[in-house]
């Protein structure tokens, strides 16, 4: 019987002992890959906040710009040229109609006065005390106020003037818009979408003022100030970082918070992005008790397994050599280990192996050099493909924007003109003709639009892929009148621009063919991934095709959707395969690497 010293310094605990020492690595790695994916989720925010940002900023550049040319075209109209202040309150009105992003529009004598304004005005009202007023006047050209609440509206607002020169040069007035804060909050659905769900994202004045706040929920918050008076001390004496600090009610919240410049506001604003520490490492905390568990698990199950493995396996074997040893010691020239001898054997078998691992090397670098000279001639053919991908796109792109940016903006110069040359007097007998010119850009407008979509939408460049889907989705539905459903795994950060770009052309088109040739009724469209792939499915319900007949009929020329779907796939490092029957509907089923469009980043170098 084996003593207590015995049982712990024999083989058998040796070999136990190997194993639960093998089981550690797996347990260290496991808590490594939770401090990298704590450290990814940080990167992660940050990135979300410096999209918001840009975002943001890209927002109030167009707004910006908007407000610009709305307010020059008013000050260059003939009622508000000529004085004619009736006029010039209608016109006022219909604009006010139009952009509900203003709390108000109007028009200020250069004595202050405002003399005309989209709302009705109680009582006199003199806003030559204020700092948009005098700039505009100083300056001649745009001019940008601080946070007020009007005291025409009772809205937070920002207002914005624009000078209005008659054509001798000399300063007439100022005509203003008073950009609603309550509207910007409601209605930038680009920047909610982004927010993660249970974070905040805040952008306050030097004074620690909001002016705006998402989700938008609580329009009370907007002209507060920060209640964390701690964290506003910290956030104006950094220009930016990541700080982790407990609120007023006790949770552990993240805060990452950047000092930007504002187009709408003079001095620096601060973005603050902040998300319970629970609710951000969700995730990763989950993931690690559920490794743990596993590692513990597996390691039982191994441990168990050696522990009565090792008395077969082993310790057999090495009793009966024990065994025999001693019988030989003691002079018993009869004794025999009893384990099979194939000493030959083992020597022609090793013989034999080796000449078929010769024979085998001398294949394999045979084959090896065929594939590096297919390899390159294939690589070189994607490479040119590639560059062709990415020069469409990028013309796509250019197209899309200069329809957009410049015939939109000169079709609605001219449908302003027109509409204000409708309401001049004296040209009752032209309005037939206006009306007709008016409903021609308005159709010509909806064309440029739609043609800016089709070629490159907008969307996919600032919201990421995702949101574009959803988009593209929702309004062939809306056209088409199909039944679609979209699914989408969420994404932590974006995804590699080409990936982006291919995977929702694989889309559109899949979508295009449904609506072409399916006859269905209902879509679903369901965007998935897991650790090392992104899998985009669009399935219907329609007539469904014959695969091997379809695709022999595009090798010849007839049709290249099903050929252009596979090469895009291919392109982006992925691949496509269709599923389909005749009469039972149809899959398209594509795949694409995971490449992210910006690599993750320590948090110690943040």
């Given at each position: 019987m084996r003593t207590k010293s015995q049982l712990f310094t024999g083989l058998r605990f040796r070999l136990v002992l190997l194993v639960m020492l093998a089981s550690l690595p797996p347990v260290v790695l496991t808590l490594h890959m939770a401090g990298q994916d704590r450290q990814r989720q940080t990167t992660a925010l940050r990135q979300r906040s410096r999209d918001m940002i840009q975002l943001a900023t890209r927002k109030e550049d167009e707004m910006l710009a908007g407000t610009r040319q709305l307010l020059r075209v008013l000050s260059e109209s003939a009622q508000v040229q000529s004085g004619r202040w009736d006029n010039c309150t209608k016109l006022l009105r219909t604009l006010y109609s139009d952009y509900p992003r203003y709390a108000n529009l109007g028009v200020i004598k250069m004595n202050g006065d405002v003399q005309a304004s989209a709302l009705p005005l109680l009582e006199p009202i003199n806003l030559a005390d204020g700092d948009f007023f005098q700039r505009a006047l100083s300056t001649r050209d745009l001019s940008v106020g601080g946070y007020q609440v009007d005291r025409m509206t009772g809205k937070p607002s920002i207002?914005?003037?624009?000078?209005?020169?008659?054509?001798?040069?000399?300063?007439?007035?100022?005509?203003f818009a008073a950009l609603d804060l309550d509207w910007v909050n409601r209605s930038d659905y680009a920047l909610q979408k982004l927010l993660p769900e249970g974070a905040t994202w805040t952008k306050a004045d030097g004074n620690g003022t909001i002016l705006v706040s998402y989700p938008a929920a609580d329009k009370s918050l907007v002209g507060q100030p920060l209640p964390e008076k701690s964290l506003l001390k910290a956030l104006l004496t950094q220009k930016n970082g990541?700080?982790?600090a407990v609120d007023s009610n006790g949770i552990s919240v993240f805060y990452d918070f950047t000092s930007t410049r504002s187009a709408l506001m003079a001095g620096n604003l601060i973005s603050i992005q902040s998300i319970p520490r629970k609710v951000l490492f969700a995730e990763p905390d989950r993931m690690v008790m559920r490794n743990l568990a596993s590692v513990g698990i597996v390691a039982g199950l191994v441990l168990a397994i050696g522990w009565i493995g090792s008395r077969y396996l082993v310790l057999r074997p090495i009793q009966a050599l024990v065994k025999f040893t001693a019988r030989l010691g003691a002079g018993d020239h009869s004794a025999r280990v009893g384990l099979p001898r194939a000493r030959d054997e083992w020597r022609q078998l090793m013989h034999a192996f080796d000449q078929m691992a010769e024979a085998l090397q001398q294949r394999e670098s045979e084959r090896q050099q065929a594939e590096g000279k297919l390899k390159e001639s294939r690589q070189r053919l994607q490479a040119l493909s590639r560059r062709l991908v990415e020069a469409q796109e990028t013309e796509r792109r250019h197209l899309a924007r200069e329809l957009h940016d410049e015939i939109g903006q000169a079709l609605t110069a001219t449908e302003m003109n027109l509409q204000v040359l409708l309401e001049s007097p004296g040209t009752d007998g032209l309005a037939p003709r206006l009306k007709a010119s008016l409903?021609?850009?308005?159709?010509?407008?909806?064309?440029?639009?739609?043609?800016?979509?089709?070629?490159?939408?907008s969307m996919l460049d600032d919201l990421g892929l995702e949101p574009a889907l959803r988009w593209y989705t929702t309004r062939q539905a809306a056209l088409t009148g199909l039944q679609v459903e979209v699914r989408a795994d969420p994404l932590?950060?974006?995804?590699d621009s080409m990936i982006e770009t291919e995977c929702f052309r694989v889309a559109q088109e899949a979508l295009t063919n449904v609506v072409k040739?399916?006859?269905?009724?209902?879509?679903?469209?369901?965007?998935s991934r897991n650790d090392e792939q992104l899998h985009l499915s669009v399935r219907d319900d329609g007539i469904g095709f014959d695969v091997a007949s379809v695709r022999e009929q595009a090798v010849r020329g007839a049709s290249l959707?099903?050929?252009?779907?596979?090469?895009?796939?291919?392109?982006?490092?992925?691949?496509l395969q269709y599923h389909a029957t005749p009469g039972q509907g149809t899959e398209v089923h594509a795949w694409f690497p995971?490449?992210?469009a910006h690599p993750a980043v320590l948090i110690g170098s943040i």
């Open positions: 207002n914005l003037g624009y000078p209005v020169i008659n054509p001798s040069g000399q300063l007439q007035a100022v005509v990541v700080m982790e409903r021609v850009i308005e159709r010509v407008q909806e064309q440029v639009h739609d043609l800016s979509l089709s070629l490159r939408p932590e950060q974006r995804l040739h399916a006859k269905a009724h209902a879509v679903t469209l369901e965007l959707g099903l050929l252009s779907m596979e090469e895009r796939a291919t392109l982006a490092g992925g691949g995971l490449k992210w």
